[in-house]
Every structure is written in C-alpha cells, then in structure tokens.
C-alpha cells in the first residue's frame, strides 16, 4: 500500500552554518563536537519513515532529543535542512508557500502540549477556527463545531472560555479543533504530557476508541515509553535527534536494538504489550479417537504434559499426561474443560486463564485452535527470558529502518 | 588655551539654513502644506462640535465613561471637576485642548498602531524603527518647535503636529511589544491551520494584544497632555495658550487656574484610558445596562421621556 506519509533523509540544523554542520554529520562527528566547534545545534538527523494510512507512529524519546522539531518539519512550520517529506506523495518541504497552507488547511491538523487554545474567543469558536480560516460561514461552522465537540463530549461547554475548563477538557476541545476540519493526517506533540496521570489515561483510552471510527493518520509524540507502547502501531526510539529504533510495541520491547532502549524497556509490564498470538506455539494436536499409546507417544515426543484434542476439527478439551497413565478409559472420558482467548489478546489478561494450570487455547474467528499458550512460554515471556524463535520480522535496527512497512497488527 | 575651534570652525546654523530655508521647504512646502489638511480637519470639526455640545452633556458623557471603566471615585472627581472648570470660566479653552489632544492621539494611533505592526513583523524592522523612536524621545521637546515652524508655519496644526511627533512613540513601541508578546504556540497553532499573516494579525495577534496597545495609547496620551502648554508657543490655542499669556503677562491668577484646567482633565483622562486598558474596550451589553440603569434611577411609570 502506498504510504500516507513518507519521510526521507531528513535532516534539521539550528544555527547560520548548517551546511558545515551537515558535512561534519555525514563524516560521523557528533552532536555535541558539532555544536562546540560551529555552534550549529543539530535537531534531526537523517529521519526515515512511512507512516501507512490509519496508523498510529509514536515517536518516543527523551526531552531535547529532536521530537518536537521532527514533528513540526511534517507540516511546515520548521523548515527542513535538507530531506523530503512526502504525504500521499507531494513533498511538503518544497511545495511552495501557497501550497504549504492549503495543504495544513485540508489535510493536517496538529495538536499542541499546552493546548494552545485561544483564550480570547469561546469553545465552540475555537473548535471552528480551521474553518474561520477556510472562509466557511459562521452559522455553518459553528454547526460543524458542536458536531465535533459532540465526539469528545464537550458540547455542553460550547460557550464557555478556554480558562473554565480544567486541563483535560481543554485538550479535548484542542483535539476537536483539529479534527472539525476532517484532516486525514494529526500530528500531537506530547498531547497529553501536561495532564496528571489519570487523566492522561483517560485520554489515552479516549483516543484509543476515538481512532477506531476515525482511522486517522497519526504521528504521536510523547516521552513515556508505556503511552508509546499503549497507542503505538509502531514506534521510533529516538535520541540525539536520530531514530535508534522503529518498530511494533513487541518488537521494541522483544528485542531492544541497544543498551539504550533496554534501559527504557527493563521496567515495561510486558503482560501489557505482548498478545497470545505473539507467544503461542503452533498447534499440535491429537485426535479424540486416537489411542492411549499413541497420545501417550505423542505427549513424550513434544514434550508436553497436556494436550489438545479435536473432534472434526473442532477442540474437543485438553488431555493430561497423568490422568492418561494407567488407565484404559477411553480417551474421550478424560478430556478436560479448557480456557480459550484470541490471538491479539494482552498477556495480562490470560492471567486468571493461566490459573487453572492448562495450556490455553489460542482460536480464530471460526473458533479452529490457531495456537497453544503454553504456560512456561508465558512466564518466560513475562519474565523477559524468552527463548523461543526470533518472530516472523527481525526486530529493526537504525541502518534497515526504511524497509520497515510490514508487520502490522490489524 | 587651545581649544578646537582656534583650528576649524563648522557652520552648523549656516548649513541648516541653507538645507531647510534653500532647499527643504521651497521644494516640499506643497507636501507639508498638504499634509496639515487632514489634521486641521479633524481638529477644527472636533473642536466645533466640543463647543457646540452643551457643557451638562459632555460632562454626563464623561462621568458615565468613568464609572464604566475607572469606577466611583474618578466618577465624582470628573463630575465636580468638570464643574469646576466651568466655574472658573475656562470650559470653552478647556473643550479646545480636549479636541486637540483627542486629535493628536487619534493621529497617533492611527500612524502608530500600522507602525508597531510593522515593527513587530521582523527584527530588521524592528532594528530600523527602534532608533527612530529612541532619538524621538531623547530630544527635547522644545527642540521639536524649531523645524516644525521652518516647515508647517505657526499656528493651531503645526502644535498639533508637533505634539503627534512628540507623543507617538509610546504606542508603536508598546504595540510591537503586545504583538511579540502573544504566546509562541498559539502564533503556530493559528500557522498550523493555514491562517494567513492577516487573518492571524485580526483572529490572534491585535486581541491578544489589545490591552498592552490600550497602555501605549494611555502613554501617548499623557504625552500628549504635556505638550499642551508648548505647543501654545507656536500659536496652539486652548489651556495652553492660557498658561502662556499669564506667564508672560505675570499674571499668576490666570496662568493657574489654566494649569489647574490641565490637570482636571490629565487625570480624568489618565484614569478612564487606564481602566480600559485594563478592563478591555468591551462596550455591548454591560454599558447598555449602565445607562439603563442611569436612566431609570425613578420608577418608570412617573417618567415617560427618561432624560
Ligand atoms: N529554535 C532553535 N534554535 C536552536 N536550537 C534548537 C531550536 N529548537 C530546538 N533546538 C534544539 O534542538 C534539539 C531538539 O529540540 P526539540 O525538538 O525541542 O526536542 P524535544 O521536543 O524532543 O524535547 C535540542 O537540542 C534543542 O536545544
Ligand atoms: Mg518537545
């Protein structure tokens, strides 16, 4: 599929000699060397992505190290160094000034950390700014803006101030002023980083739900490593103003790409991160008519204790090794009930599942076993030990980046 | 003792004379000539209709203005100020200096405010226009007088000219001030949805500005105030000239009850300005109230014509 956003070698340096400041990057002199020998402070360097249409790109890292401007070079309002910067294909960096405000005017809309509403008019007028702005009629917007203001919930505050409102409201009515224009892209820098923790969460799981109808183009700044990994389809670990790491959640978390990211991954509760599927075993099964040595056999040769049985293709229960041995009861009378949960479900979650002490069943929507969690698979998964097969997709490295569209959760 | 000039003396006053006697007004006298029109309009409708509105009703007008911005206490002061002047029998000079300084300021705002604008737009701007103002209000304001005779003549406009020389500075700098002083994200959040430098001047940058440029035109207008009794050495007529001719006839009497004039009138001025600033210009529906409430201070049923 063709990217909504692509971003190529894009480069961002402060200060009057950024083409100096550009060579010495290319020759591998650091931040810091450049920034004492010519005062150029370097932003970005050499930011590679794609952002796929409906798709939530994080970019995670600490304060200082480039989020703001990268995010900011996306719809203009920082000239790039040097770079392209594509969405659906035309290049915001040198598409002209005229073009550059049509383009913020119909297709990106950004969100601002302090929200940056405009103390001086109401609710429902900010809300309706974008469209002030497009030279639409005041009845007709303000229309449109208590239609947006009804999606997050707002709309009894049409007529209040900006300063009425407590932090969370207000960065509601900031995302609402985005979206009245119907943008396909949003660009947040750090959206919810001034608002205290529970209400942080509320927003996240608000935007959470929002984006399911939405399906907006989102690139998500934020310092925490658990919002990135909350919303995130995919994240940049950045640092120094250079990507260090782009992938999934798992991938980030599975296989951190160096001792920097593992530092930020080592505290993670990977029970939120991880899904059944991620960890589930192929399924080996046994049929319900099958005989005791032959289960028996087979338990030995996988080396499992428990396993499932079907009965024409539908899971029939679970077989365990010592109920089977020695006995002669038909096999169909020692099937136990089983715990079943779906592939994309969080680690966390299969907790009171696991407690029964069976290997849970992993179905697809016809409800076919699609995979085992093992038990021991889980824990190692939780405790970080993991030694099963490197998944599908390598985890990325800073070099291969650009290759990476691939691998998206549905 | 040696001193410089036994070696070389510079002409200074013959080269002014030469430069504005031989060449500035002989060829621009049209341009200045012209550039009074607009101002002597102005002031000579303004301080016809001052004379011509009963001294109860622009007394009532200004009383009211205090109490809507500047509270009760400026509102008596006006009021029995006001009263006073008219006592005293200078209200007709007093209505004079009123249109003048109204003018000078009106001018100012509408020269200083565009200026500010500019100024504020680019630091290259800014960098041309701040000396300008800084030797604007490093001269003395006696020193204005001079070319300003050299060029426009003496009389009732080349006092209110000068005064707008004189008094313009506070407000382009207080408005480059407001300008640049509206919060840089809100500057990108109207960019970010395409506003153009316009739109984001009207929507953003003039109402977040309002109140700093409502404290420059305050500024402006004290200055202003403090020209009134120099500009009536170039012939500007009102409480200043009262000043002048009493000073100059030693007749302390009347030199103070036009300086008290003058203060009456700074200080209501002052505090009505102020309380703009501070309160906003915001007119609707509060005033309507007020005067509402004015005017209905007795049951409506005795009254069928209120005022
Ligand atoms: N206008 C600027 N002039 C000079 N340096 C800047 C400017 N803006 C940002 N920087 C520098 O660029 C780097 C990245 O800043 P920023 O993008 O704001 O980081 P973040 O948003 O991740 O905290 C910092 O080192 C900062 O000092
Ligand atoms: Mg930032």
């Known amino acids: ?410 | 003792m040696l001193s410089p000039a036994d070696l070389v003396t510079i002409p200074l006053d013959d080269w002014m004379n030469a430069f504005v006697r031989g060449w500035l007004v002989p060829n621009f006298r049209p341009f200045f000539r012209a550039a009074q029109v607009p101002v002597s309009n102005v002031l000579n409708t303004l301080n016809a209709f001052l004379l011509w509105v009963p001294m109860l009703v622009t007394t009532a007008a200004f009383t009211l203005a205090a109490l809507r911005w500047a509270g009760v206490g400026t509102a008596i002061f006006t009021l029995l100020g006001f009263a006073f002047i008219d006592m005293i029998g200078y209200w007709p000079e007093t209505m004079t200096t009123l249109a003048m300084i109204v003018t000078s300021v009106l001018f100012c705002a509408l020269i200083g405010v565009p200026l500010g604008i500019f100024a504020a737009r680019s630091d290259t701007a800014w960098k041309i226009t701040r000396p300008v103002l800084d030797i604007m209000q490093t001269i003395p304001s006696f020193v204005y007088l001079v070319p300003i005779v050299m060029l426009f003549g003496v009389g009732m406009t080349p006092g209110i000219i000068a005064t707008i020389i004189f008094a313009i500075p506070p407000i382009v700098r207080l408005t480059n001030l407001g300008i640049r002083g509206v919060r840089h994200d809100l500057i990108e959040a109207a960019q970010s949805f395409g506003s153009t430098r316009w739109q984001m001047l009207w929507d953003l940058q003039l109402p977040m500005a309002m109140r700093t440029i409502l404290a420059g035109l305050n500024q402006t207008l004290m200055l202003a105030l403090s020209m009134v009794v120099i500009a009536a050495l170039i012939g500007a007529g009102g409480l200043g000239l009262v000043v002048n001719t009493g000073l100059g006839r030693l007749n302390v009497g009347e030199a103070t009850s036009g300086g008290v004039g003058i203060v009456i009138l700074a200080i209501v001025l002052d505090r009505i300005t102020q309380g703009m600033g501070e309160k906003g210009l915001g007119v609707g529906p509060s005033l309507a109230r007020l005067l509402g409430g004015v005017f209905r201070t007795r049951p409506l049923p005795d009254q069928k014509t209120p005022g």
């Open chain 1, 1 to 410: 599929m063709h990217p909504k956003l692509s971003v190529r070698h894009l480069f961002k340096i402060f200060g009057a000699r950024s083409e100096e400041a550009l060579e010495r990057l290319a020759q591998g002199q650091s931040k810091e060397e450049i920034l004492r020998e010519t005062g150029a402070a370097v932003g970005v360097q050499d930011a590679n992505f794609e952002v796929a249409e409906g798709e939530i790109f994080v970019v995670m890292g600490l304060s200082g190290s480039g989020k703001s401007t990268l995010v900011r070079m996306l719809n203009g309002l920082i000239p790039p160094t040097s770079g392209k910067i594509c969405i659906d294909g035309e290049d915001v960096a040198s598409c002209g000034a005229a073009r550059l405000q049509a383009i913020r005017r119909e297709k990106i809309a950004m969100v601002f950390q302090h929200f940056a509403l405009f103390p001086h008019w109401t609710i429902a007028e900010n809300v309706a700014y974008g469209l002030k702005i497009k030279g639409i009629p005041a009845a007709e917007r303000r229309a449109k803006a208590l239609e947006t203001l009804d999606q997050v919930g707002l709309r009894p505050w049409a007529d209040a101030r900006p300063p009425q409102l407590s932090g969370g409201m207000q960065q509601r009515v900031g995302l609402a002023r985005a979206l009245a224009t119907g943008p396909q892209v949003l660009l947040m820098d750090e959206p919810f980083g001034a608002l205290d923790p529970l209400i942080r969460r509320e927003m996240q799981d608000e935007l959470v739900t929002l984006q399911k109808t939405l399906k907006k183009t989102i690139v998500f700044i934020t310092h925490d490593l658990n919002e990135a990994l909350l919303l995130g389809n995919r994240i940049a670990i950045m640092r120094d103003g250079r990507f260090v790491q782009v992938g999934a959640p798992q991938d980030i978390v599975g296989h951190p790409a160096d001792d920097y990211v593992s530092a930020f991954v080592g505290d993670i509760d990977r029970g939120r991160v991880f899904r059944a599927g991620d960890i589930a075993r192929p399924p080996q099964s046994v049929q319900v008519d099958a005989s005791h040595a032959d289960v028996l056999d087979f338990m030995m040769r996988s080396g499992r204790t428990a396993v499932y049985a079907l009965d024409n293709g539908r899971i029939a229960g679970v077989l365990c090794h010592e109920d089977l041995v020695g006995t002669t009861v038909a096999i169909r009378d020692h099937l136990k009930p089983f715990a079943r949960t779906r592939p994309e479900v969080k680690l966390h979650e299969l907790y009171p599942l696991a407690a029964r002490g069976l290997p849970i069943a992993v179905v697809d929507d016809n409800d076919t076993l699609s995979g085992v969690v093992e038990l021991d698979d889980l824990f190692a998964c939780l405790a970080g030990t993991d030694s099963r097969p490197a998944p599908a997709h390598p985890p990325v490295t800073a070099h291969q980046q650009t290759e990476r569209l691939d691998a998206q959760p549905g």
